[in-house]
């Protein structure tokens, strides 16, 4: 029972994410770990997401989201109607292929600036760890007086 309990606190600070982030390069992506476990994308956005600046930095990812999805759907669209065409022996229009290219070739800026920011809410995040876990300086002065202390805080 106490095992039990132990175990599902241990799972209830990790779902928390009050440990460092680290972004690794994985293939033709990255891959996220905290407290030495790999996490999934939805996690590490459920993470971020209770940080307020990370979400800031988020959010201002999120914008370039809808025209990197909206070009590269269209783009993989235009480009797959062509070779259909050709697979049922009609004759293809490579133009319309191209233009899907293109289209392709525009959302990949958007999604490297929506990559951008959220390598940069990583960061943030991390930082808001690292500075709220140094010691704070506490300057206290005291003056005795009539066994009162006054304590002027800097």
């Given amino acids: 029972m106490v095992l039990l309990i132990l175990s599902s606190m241990y799972n209830c600070s990790l779902a928390q994410g009050d440990g460092e ?36 930095e988020l959010q201002k990812g999120n914008r370039n989201s809808l025209p990197a999805s909206v070009l590269s759907y269209a783009g993989g669209l235009l480009i797959t109607y062509p070779m259909s065409r050709q697979l049922s022996g009609n004759q293809p229009n490579w133009l319309i292929s191209g233009a899907g290219a293109s289209l392709l070739t525009f959302s990949i800026p958007f999604a490297g600036a929506r990559m951008k920011r959220e ?11 690292r500075y709220a876990s140094k010691p704070q300086p506490d300057i ?5 007086f009539n066994r009162a202390t006054l304590i002027f805080t800097f």
């Fill in 140 to 144: 206290r002065l005291g003056y005795a």
């Fill in 119 to 129: 390598h940069r809410a990583i960061y943030v995040y991390n930082e808001g760890l």
């Fill in 21 to 56: 982030i680290i972004v690794q390069k994985k293939g033709l992506g990255f891959a996220y770990y905290q407290h030495g476990r790999q996490i999934s994308k939805k996690q590490l956005l459920h993470i971020l997401d209770q940080h307020p600046e990370a979400r800031q």
